[in-house]
């Protein structure tokens, strides 16, 4: 009741692939309608314990390994034995299932999509002179401008959101044109 009431709303502007990896698989805020098919994700859920995009990414990549994996039933290779060993009745159709909802993710919260890169976020040497200027008494701090969370997802929580525009592309800096133009 009371994230109604303040507009608490997952609302990110821009994530980590870590981050990514970590969300849900299922319910996901970044799927269209109709990603989901009940009977196809039941295996998925039950037999091979789907529970993150982490876990989509891992059973959906045995279909880019064409040299051992065969796009058939009863694939040979060690990922699909023990698969079917686990119950599943057709490991590839499940890895195409997965594949399928990760495609379908908004570009914001896709794992295997990378918004552009703004140029703005600090070098690893200033971070590191930030953490050293932490220390010292009067250190001066350079402000980090990035807008990528990268701890927790719970840093993706925001307040007084306005719920009905939900923002689905990445956020990122315009850059300064060169020459004033």
Known sequence: KQPKKHHVSFAPLKISDSLKNQLPAWLHLG??????HRTKNNCLKQTHRVISVKHLKDTAERIKDQRSHQSKATCTCSKCINDRLAGCKN?????????????SLLPKYNPNTTPRKDH???????LEKNVQAHTQPRGEILFNPSITIRNSLTDCFHIFVDPSRPVEIPAYRLRVPLNGR
């Not at 490991?91 to 495609?103: R, V, Y």
């Not at 703005?120 to 040497?125: A, V």
């Open 31 to 36: 799927a269209p309608p109709r990603t989901y």
């Open 91 to 103: 490991p590839h159709q499940c890895a195409k299932t997965a594949q399928h909802i990760l495609d």
């Open 120 to 126: 703005l976020t600090l070098t690893h040497r200033c």
